[in-house]
Nanobody, 121 residues
Framework: QVQLVESGGGAVQLGGSLRLSCVASGTTHLTYSMGWFRRAPGKEREGVAAIAGDGTIRYADSVKGRFTVSKDNANNTLYLQMGTLKPEDTGMYYC???????????????WGQGTQVTVSS
């Protein structure tokens, strides 16, 4: 089993920055691949960024050039550095993990509880 705990969300203004963290505990070999997802009010959950165990990184088109995903394997922590934030980035951000590489799809086995990001204009 894997437990994922996100932190770092908050309220920022247009153009601001935030750094999200996700700490994984438990059977950490099951966190070979990890990703960030978000659910905006009234919308489906979408993949934002993901990093596979082999280092392959994927981003949603909407965040390319603004967000950076990274992983500290020694501390079992996934990060999402978010810059040039826009109101459409508002939503609940979730961390996900799996032993397989699921990229930006929703097939990850393990999910955190989420951290809220709110961007005002």
């Amino acid at each position: 089993q894997v437990q994922l705990v996100e932190s770092g969300g908050g309220a920022v203004q247009l153009g601001g920055s935030l750094r999200l963290s996700c700490v994984a505990s438990g059977t950490t070999h099951l966190t070979y691949s990890m990703g960030w997802f978000r659910r905006a009010p009234g919308k489906e959950r979408e993949g934002v960024a993901a990093i596979a165990g082999d280092g392959t990184i994927r981003y949603a088109d909407s965040v390319k050039g603004r967000f950076t995903v990274s992983k500290d394997n020694a501390n079992n922590t996934l990060y999402l550095q978010m810059g040039t934030l826009k109101p459409e980035d508002t939503g609940m951000y979730y961390c996900a993990a799996d032993r397989s590489d699921y990229g930006l799809t929703h097939w990850y086995a393990y999910w955190g509880q989420g951290t809220q990001v709110t961007v005002s204009s």
